[in-house]
T-cell receptor, first 112, second 116 residues
């Protein structure tokens, strides 16, 4: 099955802890994106990557970090500096021909 | 910096009513425009897109959108909604920036509720 796989589906973070959300794709897409979805605020861009070993900050990058060591993988770390991490996190990759975004099923992060 | 505004946060319509959802963006350079839909419990999926050419674009399920460059708008329309159109609709802008970076920004979404 081709697509985007996000794991885990639910994640709990303790105060002062860093947590990492996984995003893997087997669509052979170059570009990948991380969004945060909060009720009433739509999808806000955290980080994006056009190609391996390169990534750019989005609109709300503070308190987050990413890496792009492989084309297939774009993990997001929510650091202890992110004071309001409770949200639904969506990962997407983009088809370069049709410019269409393909989304994963998301990770719900909550703070204990 | 680019931004996307959706003016209607929650719309309630009766079946067979006409729909128009507003979307405005701000960006001075080249953009591609999209509408995505999220049905309850499902992933976001592409409804339609505009790259260039005819400013009136047609998408799936009878939806269409019109790009008005002078107004920086890309409003979504459907002549007659059905109960199955109940979903959240997101406008998105793919902006082409320096270095070939393509930043995709979404609006805040519009929840559409269609009453049978």
């Amino acid at each position: 099955d081709g697509g985007i796989t996000q794991s885990p589906k639910y994640l709990f973070r303790k105060e002062g802890q860093n947590v990492t959300l996984s995003c893997e794709q087997n669509l052979n897409h170059d570009a990948m994106y991380w969004y945060r979805q909060d009720p009433g605020q739509g999808l806000r861009l955290i980080y994006y990557s056009q190609i391996v070993n390169d990534f750019q900050k989005g609109d709300i990058a503070e308190g987050y970090s990413v890496s792009r060591e492989k084309k297939e993988s774009f993990p997001l770390t929510v650091t202890s500096a992110q004071k309001n991490p409770t949200a639904f996190y969506l990962c997407a990759s983009k088809d370069s021909l049709y410019e269409k975004l393909f989304f994963g099923s998301g990770t719900q992060l909550s703070v204990l | 910096a680019q931004s996307v505004s959706q003016h209607n946060h929650h719309v309630i319509l009766s079946e067979a009513a006409s729909l128009e959802l507003g979307c405005n963006y701000s960006y001075g350079g080249t953009v591609n425009l999209f509408w995505y839909v999220q049905y309850p419990g499902q992933h976001l999926q592409l409804l339609l897109k505009y790259f260039s050419g005819d400013p009136l674009v047609k998408g799936i399920k009878g939806f269409e959108a019109e790009f008005i460059k002078s107004k920086f708008s890309f409003n979504l329309r459907k002549p007659s909604v059905q109960w199955s159109d109940t979903a959240e609709y997101f406008c998105a802008v793919n902006a082409f920036g320096p270095g070939g970076y393509q930043k995709v920004t979404f609006g805040t979404g519009t929840k559409l509720q269609v009453i049978p």
